[in-house]
């Protein structure tokens, strides 16, 4: 690689890091909230990539175990500078709510009284606008006619019936079926071609590595006694068998950490409301609970043991299938399954627009003016995310504490 090509892409590592970093520090609201700044960020204000293969890679990752919106990261900083682009993406996204959460196990960080349930009241309100503006973005583009359109409106219908990720992943399944049947006919242009830097052999290397991990390590702690190992086996197993994302995980990380004795039942619920109160991805309750484990390994070390442990079974599922999506998206069936697939994609999202992102946040009409207020900044001024989310997130403040000072 010449000198002027290292420099480019340390440039580019530079960027996807710095863009993923402030994403980490603003991105409240959960995995759906996320994909809505996602879009924003890299569709609308970047252009790192259309609207068209943006929506191919969530339905991608909505299929897949693991946290979603990580992986919809992880692969936008490959594609954008490579294999360290993935990694600054991945380390920038995560790093942030991560640190919080090791903090606040160690007690150095509490969000009580008046001024902090404004504040976390305010970025769900955030959260509104994001999401309200994703879904409408993407449903100008990926729901432009009565088929697709219908397939959005399928989704939510199976969303609502079936509960959790079986309905997320079923709903998206009927997406696809639909549009093999319903989309044929718009499926005659050839997808946009996707740099994504990872060989075949690289994919088949990293599906080997996920199986010989999910079947090694149970075997290597029936044979080793090690704390250490049970840790890992217990963090890549919860991380492995999850669909649907953080709030799924945790009935699989309470049996592997509660149950055995590791962390109270009063440790894990009172980190869990930590977790609800930062940016970022859910899974970095994986760090909270790597500190306060017992017995060792604990602390940082644990934090950072069981962290790697939980995102790396998604991230390695990723990269096995990545070199082969340029292939499939080519295909005239595959294509038309996609557009299904995509509007149904729209259909989830806006379901979770109404819950939990809506219900959870609109209590008042003070909090849909502001709520409205955040979704005009975004899709009229296009003003940045970080920045709607210090403007939105300051006005639930001032509504939480006038609403004391009235009392």
């Given at each position: 690689m010449t000198q002027q090509?290292?420099?480019?892409?340390?440039?580019?590592?530079?960027?996807?890091?710095?863009?993923?970093?402030?994403?980490?520090l603003t991105s409240f609201g959960g995995p759906i909230a996320h994909l809505g700044y996602f879009r924003t960020e890299f569709v609308a204000r970047r252009k790192w990539l259309d609207e068209q293969a943006y929506a191919d890679l969530v339905a991608l990752c909505q299929f897949l175990p693991g946290p979603a919106s990580s992986q919809v990261g992880f692969a936008l900083g490959l594609m954008r500078a490579g294999p360290?682009?993935?990694?600054?993406?991945?380390?920038?996204?995560?790093l942030p709510s991560a640190l919080v959460l090791v903090l606040f196990a160690y007690g150095a960080a509490v969000m009580e009284g008046p001024v902090g349930r404004g504040i976390i009241h305010?970025?769900?309100?955030?959260?509104?606008?994001?999401v309200a503006h994703a879904v409408w973005g993407m449903a100008k583009n990926l729901c432009p006619d009565r088929q697709r359109a219908t397939i959005a409106l399928v989704a939510v219908l199976i969303v609502v019936l079936v509960n959790g990720p079986l309905g997320q992943v079923g709903g998206i399944l009927a997406g696809g079926l639909a549009?093999?049947?319903?989309?044929?006919?718009?499926?005659?242009?050839?997808a946009s071609h996707l740099y994504l830097p990872v060989s075949r052999t690289a994919g088949g290397a990293a599906l080997v590595l996920f199986v010989v991990l999910l079947a090694g390590l149970p075997?290597?702690?029936?044979?080793?006694?090690?704390?250490?190992?049970?840790?890992?086996?217990?963090?890549?197993?919860?991380?492995?068998?999850?669909?649907?994302?953080g709030h799924v995980v945790l009935p699989l990380l309470e049996a592997e950490v509660v149950q055995s004795g590791w962390v109270s039942s009063d440790a894990f619920l009172t980190g869990y409301g930590a977790a609800q109160a930062?940016?970022?991805?859910?899974?970095?309750?994986?760090?909270?609970l790597g500190s306060v484990l017992e017995p060792a390994p604990n602390g940082l070390v644990g934090a950072i043991i069981a962290l790697l442990a939980i995102f790396l079974p998604g991230m390695l599922l990723l990269v096995a299938i990545l070199p082969f999506w340029n292939t499939f998206r080519q295909l005239v069936a595959a294509q038309a399954l996609m557009r299904g697939a995509?509007?149904?994609?729209?259909?989830?999202?806006?379901?979770?627009?109404?819950?939990?992102?809506?219900?959870?946040?609109?209590?008042?009409?003070?909090?849909f003016a502001l709520a409205l207020t955040g979704f005009v900044l975004l899709s009229i001024w296009k003003m940045p995310a970080w920045a709607v989310v210090l403007i939105v997130g300051t006005g639930g403040l001032a509504i939480s504490l006038l609403s004391v000072a009235a009392l």
């Open positions: 090509a290292m420099t480019e892409t340390a440039g580019r590592v530079g960027e996807v890091f710095k863009a993923f970093l402030l994403l980490g360290w682009g993935a990694a600054a993406a991945w380390l920038a996204f995560t305010g970025l769900k309100i955030v959260a509104v606008a994001i549009g093999i049947w319903l989309c044929r006919g718009h499926a005659t242009v050839t075997l290597l702690t029936w044979g080793i006694t090690s704390q250490t190992l049970e840790v890992m086996d217990a963090f890549y197993r919860a991380g492995a068998l999850v669909f649907g994302g930062v940016p970022g991805p859910l899974f970095t309750f994986a760090a909270y995509n509007a149904a994609v729209v259909g989830i999202l806006g379901a979770a627009l109404y819950h939990p992102v809506w219900t959870s946040a609109i209590l008042d009409p003070y909090d």
